[in-house]
């Protein structure tokens, strides 16, 4: 599953990479993957009912690790699959209101905004498309793949490649405003965070475990910080990729970086308030009290976002190839690669619900109101609301 692309190594599989004798065993054509644990009965806390389930009309393929979560503006949810294709669909009864199928692979997106939908390509493209009627407006030509859901801002937008570039193009015209160039190892996961805004400045996480802050009118960094420090004999030791999305909160960035850390780091000080070890890559949740994640071990954490100190951790999902959890009240839901969608209680992190998919569940679901909106291998969007 390694693939050479413009000098850069890009690991999927991170299940593979806790250890050097299980990738040896990979690299040789054996299965490596851990088996689950058989889960035990739970008594159900929630009801969960299937609303609606259509067919997208296009099968997400090799969707794992990629950021293709779906997007909700309205009465619309916006959706895309690792085939290439697009669909925009009332969220209340599963009507769609369109869909298409680009040439190209998608890797990342959709992003909504400002009347238009953005998706990164697997030919180190961004398409953009109307958000109204799914009509492509332009295509945007970088070096590399944007494995991160490119940033609307305003008038703008921001891209960042698996190569380390960063873009800043025009919404209306798709010139190119800017570039900075990071750069980045040679071996990186298939996985990468996406600069979120705070205040005029873009924060940025790199596969090289570093935090840029980017000027978003003129691409200059302005600071620096480093999240995680490569250690290690071997690239696959070294990777110390920062793969979740970073979170603004007042002023403290929620941070974590894969065989790194987690931790809050203030802007104001430049200093952490806290840190943890942990191995996360998948995005995170957080609440008023506590930050959420999916370690690379499939193990759930709670942790206060004050302290870092850890509320609770479940581990009876350990191997279930884990979406990243996402917040519906008091409840954290995730999905798995069986089809299971899963439901935590946020105060104790205990398992009070379950539904079965009829696909496997790589995508992390969204969320609005009490309903959860699910994206299944086998190319369905489900509508599952939770009492």
């Not at 067919?55 to 990629?66: C, E, F, G, M, V």
Request: contains cysteine; proline residues 4%; charged residues 20%.
């Amino acid at each position: 599953m390694f693939y050479k692309y413009r000098q850069y190594m890009i690991f999927g599989l991170v299940f593979f990479l806790q250890a050097c004798t299980q990738l040896d065993n990979f690299m040789l054509g054996k299965e490596n993957l851990p088996k689950p644990s058989p889960l035990s009965p739970i008594k159900s806390n929630v009801s969960m009912v299937t609303k609606w389930s259509i067919p997208t009309n296009h099968r997400n393929t090799a969707s794992t690790y990629l950021k293709l979560k779906p997007v909700i503006r309205g009465n619309v949810i916006y959706t895309a699959d690792a085939s290439g294709g697009a669909a925009a669909v009332n969220k209340k009864n599963g009507q769609v209101i369109w869909s298409t199928k680009l040439k190209e692979g998608i890797v990342s997106g959709p992003s909504v905004a400002q009347g238009v939908v953005a998706l990164g390509t697997n030919r180190s493209s961004v398409i953009i498309l109307r958000e109204s009627d799914g009509q492509e407006l332009l295509q945007l030509k970088v070096s590399g793949d944007a494995l991160s859901k490119p940033l609307i801002t305003h008038e703008n937008m921001i891209v960042k490649t698996i190569d380390g570039n960063l873009y800043g193009f025009s919404l209306k015209t798709g010139q190119s405003l800017w570039e900075t160039e990071h750069g980045s190892p040679s071996l990186i996961l298939k996985a990468s965070s996406s600069p979120i805004i705070f205040d005029k400045l873009a924060l940025v996480g790199y596969s090289d475990g570093k935090l840029d802050a980017v000027d978003i009118r003129t691409g200059n960094v302005v600071w620096q910080r480093s999240i995680a420090y490569a250690t290690g004999s071997s690239d696959v030791e070294r990777l110390v990729d920062i793969d979740a999305d970073p979170i603004a909160r007042g002023d403290l960035i929620f941070l974590a970086s894969y065989q790194g850390y987690v931790g809050a780091l203030s802007l104001s000080s430049g200093q952490f308030t806290w840190r943890k070890p942990a191995s996360i890559y998948k995005n995170m949740a957080i609440d008023s009290n506590c930050l959420y994640m999916t370690d690379s071990n499939d193990v759930l954490w709670a942790m206060d976002r004050q302290t870092g100190q850890v509320k609770w951790k479940q581990e009876d999902l350990k191997a279930r190839g884990l979406t990243e959890p996402t917040l519906l009240g008091h409840h954290l839901i995730v999905g798995d690669r069986t089809g299971l969608l899963h439901v935590l209680s946020t105060q104790t992190g205990k398992l009070i619900g379950r539904f079965q998919l009829g696909g496997a569940i790589d995508i992390s679901p969204a969320i609005s109101g009490n309903s959860v909106y699910v994206m299944t291998a086998n190319g369905k969007l489900n509508r599952i609301v939770v009492k």
